[in-house]
C-alpha cells in the first residue's frame, strides 16, 4: 500500500468535509447569537393604528422574537392583565421592546396596566441583565419637541419614567427608537430601521 497517496486522500477527504461543513457551524453559530426578543405592542384605538401595526408586522419578520398584542389578547380591560403569565415569558427572552403611539407624552394605558400587573409586585434588579428598548411614535415634530420646542425635551427624553423602570429593575435601558412627524408614508423606513435594531 501506498501509505502517503493514502494519507494524501485523507488529508483531501478532511479538507472536503471541513468546507462542507463550514456553512452548517456558520448558521448555528448565528442561530445561537440571536437575541430572544420580548415584543410588547399596544394602541389605544387599534382601527386607527397603521404605523404600530406595521412596526409589529416588521418585528413579526425578525427571528427570535415573540410579539404580544395587548390589545389583541386582553382588549381594553386594564385589570384583566394575567400578570403570573406575562412574567414568565418575560423571564425566557433577554430583551423587552415596547412598541406603541406617545400617547399624550406617555405610553398607553393598556401599556401601563401591563407594568402595574407584570413588574408590580417585584423587587429591584428582577430583570439583571436584560435589555429595554422604547419603539415609539408622535406625529408632532420640532415644533413639539426638542429644546426649541413646545415641551422643551426630546420625543425620547418624554420616556424618562421607562428609562427610571428599566434602571430599577436592573436592566440595561437601549437607546430609544423615536419617530417623530410620523406618517404612514414614512412606514416602510422606520420598518426598516426597527428590523435593523432588532437584529443586533
Given at each position: 500500500?501506498n ?6 486522500v ?22 445561537q ?6 415584543v ?6 387599534p382601527e386607527r393604528s ?5 412596526l ?37 427572552h ?39 428598548l ?10 413639539t ?6 415641551i ?9 419614567p ?19 412627524n410620523a ?13 435593523e435594531?432588532?437584529?443586533?
Amino acid at each position: 500500500m501506498n501509505w502517503v497517496h493514502f494519507f494524501s486522500v485523507v488529508k483531501r477527504v478532511f479538507a472536503v468535509t471541513f468546507l462542507l461543513l463550514l456553512p452548517l457551524r456558520e448558521a448555528m453559530s448565528n442561530e445561537q447569537s440571536v437575541v430572544k426578543t420580548l415584543v410588547i405592542v399596544s394602541h389605544p384605538y387599534p382601527e386607527r393604528s397603521v404605523l404600530t401595526k406595521g412596526l409589529q408586522e416588521a418585528a413579526e419578520r425578525v427571528a427570535g422574537v415573540t410579539v404580544r398584542n395587548l390589545e389583541t389578547i386582553y382588549g381594553f380591560d386594564t385589570r384583566s392583565i394575567n400578570g403570573e403569565e406575562e412574567r414568565r415569558i418575560m423571564r425566557e427572552h433577554s430583551r423587552v421592546v415596547f412598541i406603541f403611539p406617545t400617547h399624550w407624552f406617555n405610553i398607553t394605558p393598556m401599556m401601563k396596566a401591563w407594568l402595574n400587573d407584570t413588574w408590580g409586585s417585584v423587587g429591584p434588579g428582577v430583570w439583571q441583565g436584560k435589555d429595554m428598548l422604547i419603539v415609539s411614535t408622535a406625529a408632532g415634530g420640532s415644533s413639539t419637541y426638542g429644546e426649541a420646542g413646545r415641551i422643551g425635551v426630546t420625543l425620547a427624553d418624554v420616556f424618562l419614567p421607562m428609562k427610571a423602570s428599566a434602571l430599577h429593575a436592573g436592566m440595561t435601558y437601549l437607546t430609544p427608537l423615536v419617530f417623530q412627524n410620523a406618517s404612514s408614508s414614512k412606514l416602510p423606513d422606520f420598518q426598516r430601521q426597527l428590523i435593523e435594531r432588532l437584529k443586533r
